[in-house]
């Protein structure tokens, strides 16, 4: 990754806190300033809160990769896109021929990801990216190969849609009986994951069932996955939230096919020296 790639906040210190009140751990013995986080966010009509988001990233006090895939969009999310590369706020943008699904827009994006750890950031506004710091602390420890961001353990929330949390901890539930997982939150957005690592990965899902496949080969891989609280502000169907009934009934079927069907992924060989650390101290 050539240092043109990945940019800073113009003003690293102090952290700024994410919205639940949790400070973003200063830790100055780990080495924030030699790893790049690439953060990949998928778009698909998002013409109202994209630029916002790609607004809260560029405050985030990381060396930050951003790639931002625009999923075919139907309303004007692909010019503020571009506008937003014009200015800066993005280091790549890859623009889909058809729509083809939030899997297909992310693995696109891990693709082209130069970064030494990769998350996905979606464009509405539902997680906050201030937060991005507290998930990459446990990589830097090198306690943890994937981080994901829970909604479900303790960090504050929008009181919203009962069914849909329901449903999410039931497709958790049997994720996790396939995997052995004790996960939380398998549909998380914040899955965060050492490129390394990420680039084993077989990865073939072109919808949602991107989650459920992605949770299913780390857990084949053997990685160390640790989960954190996150703050979340769900979305209503009105404004703008596109996962439906017909998609948590898919998952059931995409928990499976991930967890009894091939292609696995090799074991995962961590690397003696962690990537960012390969020039020195």
Not at 35 to 46: A, C, D, F, G, I
Not at 52 to 65: D, F, K, M, N, T
Not at 135 to 153: K, M, N, T
Not at 252 to 261: E, F, G, Q, S
């Amino acid at each position: 990754m050539s240092e043109a790639g990945a940019r800073s906040s113009p003003d690293p210190a102090p952290w700024r806190p994410g919205p639940s009140g949790r400070p973003v751990p200063p830790a100055p013995d780990l080495p924030w300033d030699r790893v790049v986080l690439s953060v990949v966010v998928p778009v698909y009509n998002e013409e109202a809160t994209v630029e916002q988001v790609l607004r809260r990233l560029r405050e985030v006090p990381l060396r930050l990769e951003v790639v931002a895939v625009d999923d075919a969009s139907t309303d004007g999310s692909r010019k503020v896109l571009e506008r937003a590369r014009e200015e800066g706020l993005l280091d790549r943008l890859l623009l889909q021929p058809k729509n083809r699904g939030k899997g297909a827009a992310l693995r696109t994006g891990f693709q082209e990801a130069t970064g030494h750890v990769v998350v996905v950031q979606d464009a509405d506004q539902e997680y906050d990216p201030y937060e991005l710091p507290l998930l990459l602390e446990p990589i830097l420890q090198g306690w943890a190969d994937a981080v994901y961001g829970s909604r479900f353990l303790g960090g504050p929330h929008r009181v919203h849609l009962f069914w849909h949390y329901v449903g999410n901890r039931l497709l958790t539930l049997l994720s996790n009986i396939f995997t052995d997982l004790n996960l939380t939150d398998m549909e998380t957005c914040y899955k965060m994951v050492r490129r390394d690592l990420l680039d084993t990965l077989p990865l073939t899902r072109e919808r949602f069932g991107i989650e459920p496949e992605l949770t299913a080969r780390l857990a084949q891989a053997g990685a160390r996955i640790y989960e954190l609280p996150v703050s979340y502000r769900g979305r209503s169907y009105e404004e703008g939230k596109k996962i439906g009934c017909k998609d948590g009934v898919a998952a059931l079927w995409h928990i499976l096919r991930a967890n009894l069907l091939p292609p696995r992924p090799p074991r995962w060989q961590r690397p003696r020296v962690h990537p960012w650390l390969e020039n020195g101290p």
